[in-house]
């Protein structure tokens, strides 16, 4: 055992010991002025005995003293251990810190889709003014996700909500996507479009639903708008806030047959039965993420990014259940 073990023990007893009898002293002297008061030998025996009695105030004193003593070291020690305690909450909290700055993927980052989706949740759990925009090809990887995040939002009637998504007409013709002809070009499939535009007007409801529903739940105020440009899908973008903007492509095309066309395909010239359906994929395209935090050339990106979106918003029209434009396109148009 060390010796400063020993010294911290050895004064720990004293300390316990000198308490007991300072106690045990000042009963007996009560206990003897006491029976002094009754007892007339005791009293004569005490009687003039200032010496006596000024050796007791001073063990009065002595205990006042010591115990005054006693409980400035309690009052240090606690303001110690306070400031100790401070200590580790700061080294804690810088610990969480440079570990959530860890997990957080840094700028210019590839993220997966399930963590767009926890940039939502995140936006919409901790902001009480969110504005989230997509632009997309049907929106499903914006809708889909957002739907359940608004239903499991906490109450709060303060929080106010905006999703603007922006897609391709699809009541136009259009190539991609679209159909490979038997020639090898690219040609519409209206039929395709049709489920398209069934397909974002879906979405489009899904989001509209939850506006009462959110009203309801007192979860806040939510807008939604759809709008369409004559456009092919090819970027993927998605801003939360002004704080952070996500963006891919679509980078993978799937032929396969168009089991949107004829039932039963016509023969002779011009016989479409070996046409394939020319479909972009980009549910799982890995996004490029900045974040505001990342410095001024990830902030920079960010305000193109946006100024790009609100530029192609402000030129594009409502989404309308219009009629579909049919047929495939000539020649001319196909090549």
Same mark, same amino acid.
């Given at each position: 055992?060390?010796?400063?073990?020993?010294?911290?023990?050895? $004064?720990?007893?004293?300390? =316990?010991?000198?308490?007991?009898?300072?106690?045990?002293?000042?009963?007996?002297?009560? $206990?003897?002025?006491?029976?002094?008061?009754?007892?007339?030998?005791?009293?004569?025996?005490?009687?003039?005995?200032?010496?006596?009695?000024?050796?007791?105030?001073? &063990?009065? /004193?002595?205990?006042?003293?010591?115990?005054?003593?006693?409980?400035?070291?309690? *009052?240090?020690?606690?303001?110690?251990? $306070?400031?100790?305690?401070?200590?580790?909450?700061?080294?804690? %909290?810088?610990?969480?810190?440079?570990?959530?700055? #860890?997990?957080?993927?840094?700028?210019?980052?590839?993220?997966?889709?399930?963590?767009?989706?926890?940039?939502?949740?995140?936006?919409?759990?901790? /902001?009480?003014?969110?504005?989230?925009?997509?632009?997309?090809?049907?929106?499903?990887?914006?809708?889909?996700? &957002?739907?359940?995040? !608004?239903? %499991? !939002?906490?109450?709060?009637?303060?929080?106010?909500?905006?999703?603007?998504? !922006?897609?391709?007409?699809?009541?136009? =013709?259009?190539?991609? @996507?679209?159909?490979?002809? #038997?020639?090898?070009?690219?040609?519409?499939?209206?039929?395709?479009?049709?489920?398209?535009?069934?397909?974002?007007?879906?979405?489009?409801?899904?989001?509209?639903?939850?506006?009462?529903?959110?009203? *309801?739940?007192?979860?806040?105020?939510?807008?939604?708008?759809?709008?369409? !440009?004559?456009?092919?899908?090819?970027?993927?973008?998605?801003?939360?806030?002004?704080?952070? #903007?996500?963006?891919?492509?679509?980078?993978?095309?799937?032929?396969?047959?168009?089991?949107?066309? +004829?039932?039963? @395909? @016509?023969?002779?010239? /011009?016989?479409?039965?070996?046409?394939? &359906?020319?479909?972009?994929? /980009?549910?799982?395209?890995?996004?490029?993420?900045?974040?505001?935090?990342?410095?001024? =050339?990830?902030?920079?990106?960010?305000?193109?990014?946006?100024?790009?979106?609100?530029?192609?918003? %402000?030129? $594009?029209?409502?989404?309308?259940?219009? @009629?579909?434009?049919?047929? %495939?396109?000539? +020649? *001319?148009?196909?090549?």
């Amino acid at each position: 055992m060390s010796r400063a073990s020993l010294r911290s023990r050895a $004064a720990a007893r004293w300390a =316990q010991a000198e308490s007991t009898v300072s106690r045990l002293l000042l009963l007996a002297v009560f $206990a003897v002025g006491l029976v002094a008061q009754f007892v007339k030998p005791v009293g004569d025996a005490l009687e003039g005995k200032a010496y006596i009695g000024g050796a007791l105030l001073s &063990l009065v /004193g002595y205990v006042l003293y010591s115990e005054v003593q006693r409980l400035n070291s309690a *009052h240090e020690a606690q303001r110690e251990e $306070a400031e100790n305690l401070r200590a580790t909450i700061r080294v804690l %909290s810088d610990g969480v810190a440079e570990l959530t700055q #860890a997990q957080r993927p840094h700028g210019g980052a590839d993220v997966s889709p399930t963590a767009l989706a926890e940039e939502f949740r995140q936006a919409l759990w901790n /902001g009480e003014d969110v504005r989230l925009a997509a632009w997309g090809f049907t929106g499903e990887t914006f809708a889909v996700p &957002l739907k359940q995040l !608004l239903g %499991s !939002l906490p109450p709060n009637p303060r929080r106010s909500v905006s999703l603007r998504i !922006l897609v391709p007409d699809f009541t136009r =013709q259009i190539h991609i @996507p679209g159909l490979v002809r #038997a020639d090898g070009r690219a040609a519409d499939a209206p039929g395709f479009r049709a489920h398209l535009v069934r397909k974002i007007e879906g979405y489009e409801a899904d989001l509209k639903g939850m506006i009462g529903r959110m009203h *309801h739940h007192g979860q806040g105020a939510l807008s939604v708008e759809f709008r369409t !440009l004559h456009m092919s899908p090819q970027l993927k973008l998605y801003l939360v806030n002004d704080d952070q #903007a996500f963006e891919g492509i679509y980078d993978k095309i799937e032929l396969r047959p168009d089991e949107y066309g +004829p039932a039963v @395909p @016509p023969h002779g010239p /011009g016989a479409v039965g070996s046409e394939q &359906l020319l479909d972009p994929i /980009g549910y799982d395209s890995l996004l490029t993420r900045r974040h505001r935090d990342d410095g001024p =050339q990830a902030r920079e990106i960010i305000r193109r990014r946006r100024e790009l979106f609100d530029t192609m918003w %402000s030129v $594009a029209h409502p989404l309308t259940a219009g @009629p579909l434009t049919n047929g %495939s396109p000539g +020649p *001319h148009a196909a090549g």
